[in-house]
């Protein structure tokens, strides 16, 4: 074999062998477990915090709204869809179980005009057939401009709370 | 080489064969290698295998989902910044196409075609659709986006270089650049809350149920009953995504 042939296989191997090295300190260790990405990353992602707790917690404490809601157009709505995510407030509910939670971990309490039009707004792409799942009929929409409306000024006093109510509309 | 000359050689024949069963042998021995260039493994009826279904019919707007997804994941608050969002569509007389999206949904729509234009309107809720052979996982140079067994597609946050590759690559507009990790970012259909035995948070919050999730493996699930019931598409079927988000009720309009 020609002299120059020899050298560039040498050179060609030191290459290879100092790429192997390299990729071995440098690549994680969990990299192509199971495909072309890092394993650990799934653990990682499936570590993260969580903020909903689920109806079920919810019903644990507040069973008479359960009651109340399960015959009413909205049973299926969850209860954390209006008053929030409440995870922490569930967490600590058995710590405080005499008196009452302390505000910061209290959830919110909707019912004004703004909050409760977000999904009953009058709205073509609303008019259509939605139907309730217990009690078979579409969804109450109104014109928050003409529904009720004694004077405009007092808009933001008119809350829909005080005449429907919310477990039970 | 021509194989079409008259005195075609017995060195001509051997040159051309050894040609061609040559080159079945490396095509052969390369299908070891078809992840590279598929970038996923196509399912293999082992294990669980995500599907979502959207019933279109049943989405009301209230962009609970919407609301939801950026509180179970602390997602920027800003308004362009989403995993999951309601557009709303309105198909006017003239047959032009509005799509509205305000906040994503999350402070409710209001119509601003009057009743008189519209010919149909409705909302579409949009979230990634957890491709089978997403163009995002096959465009990262580092592999810091992928497919779980589970069909769920996830970035690695530790790994991304924030290229923003992926965020060219996705036709569903899924992706984002987090502005303070600097990494791209997506839905990961709440698999922290999977794995405790809860379901993703849209899917939860939905009051009216139009948000399907399930196993695609199990003939029984949910998600399997859905797609038997209805008539379902998935958006741009053209591009080959193998998009694993049914849409029941799925206008041409929308894309």
């Known amino acids: 074999m020609p002299q120059h042939i020899k050298r560039l296989i040498g050179a060609f191997a030191v290459v290879i062998i100092l790429f192997l090295l390299l990729q071995t300190i440098l690549r994680p260790t969990s990299f192509g477990k199971i495909g072309h990405y890092r394993a650990d990353a799934i653990q990682e992602n499936k570590m993260k915090e969580l903020h909903y ?3 079920d917690k919810c019903t644990k404490c507040h069973e008479e709204m359960k009651t ?3 015959v009413g157009f909205h049973a299926t709505l969850q209860c954390e869809a209006c008053h929030g995510p409440g995870l922490k407030h569930a967490m600590y509910a058995d710590k405080f179980k005499d008196g009452k939670l302390p505000d910061s971990l209290m959830l919110h309490k909707p019912g004004s005009r703004k909050e409760c039009v977000i999904c009953h707004q009058l709205n ?12 078979n009929s579409m969804i109450k929409q109104i014109d928050p401009m003409k529904h009720n409306l004694v004077d405009k000024r007092n808009f933001a006093k008119l809350v829909c709370i005080e005449c429907h109510n919310p477990h039970q509309p | 080489m021509n194989l079409n000359k008259p005195n075609f050689s017995r060195r001509d024949f051997f040159k051309a064969g050894s040609i061609i069963v040559g080159g079945i042998t490396v095509a052969t021995a390369l299908t ?3 992840g590279l260039l598929f970038a996923t493994e196509p399912p293999k009826g082992k294990g669980k295998w ?6 279109i019919n049943k989405c009301i707007g209230c962009g609970n989902c919407a609301k939801a997804c950026k509180l179970e994941n602390n997602v920027p608050k800003d308004p362009f910044y989403f995993r999951s969002w309601v557009e709303q569509y309105t198909i006017k007389n003239d047959g032009s196409v509005l799509v509205e999206s305000p906040n994503g949904g999350i402070d409710g729509f209001k119509q601003s075609v009057p009743d008189e234009e519209i010919f149909k309107s409705f909302f579409v809720p949009k979230m990634c659709n957890h491709c089978a052979k997403s163009p995002c996982v096959q465009v990262c140079p580092v592999g810091a986006t992928f497919e779980t067994p589970e ?15 992926c965020v060219q690559a996705c036709p569903y507009g899924c992706r984002f650049i987090n502005p303070e990790k600097g990494t ?13 035995g809860q379901q993703p948070a849209c899917f939860e919050m939905c009051p009216t149920e139009a948000r399907i999730f399930g196993d695609l493996n199990d003939p029984g699930s949910k998600i399997n009953y859905f797609l038997k019931n209805h008539t379902c598409m998935v958006i741009k079927p053209n591009l080959n995504t193998g998009s694993k988000l049914f849409y029941n009720a799925l206008s041409p309009e929308v894309r």
């Not at chain 1, 073509?124 to 009690?135: C, G, L, Q, S």
């Not at chain 2, 995500?50 to 019933?55: A, Q, R, T």
């Open chain 1, 53 to 55: 707790a689920g109806s």
């Open chain 1, 68 to 70: 109340d809601k399960e």
């Open chain 1, 124 to 135: 073509a792409a609303r008019v259509k057939i939605v139907f309730d799942t217990i009690n």
């Open chain 2, 32 to 34: 070891p290698f078809d």
């Open chain 2, 50 to 55: 995500y599907g979502i279904g959207i019933d």
């Open chain 2, 151 to 165: 069909g769920i597609v996830l970035v690695d946050e530790n790994y991304c270089i924030g290229c923003r590759y």
């Open chain 2, 184 to 196: 791209a970012e997506k839905c990961t259909l709440c698999i922290h809350r999977l794995d405790k």
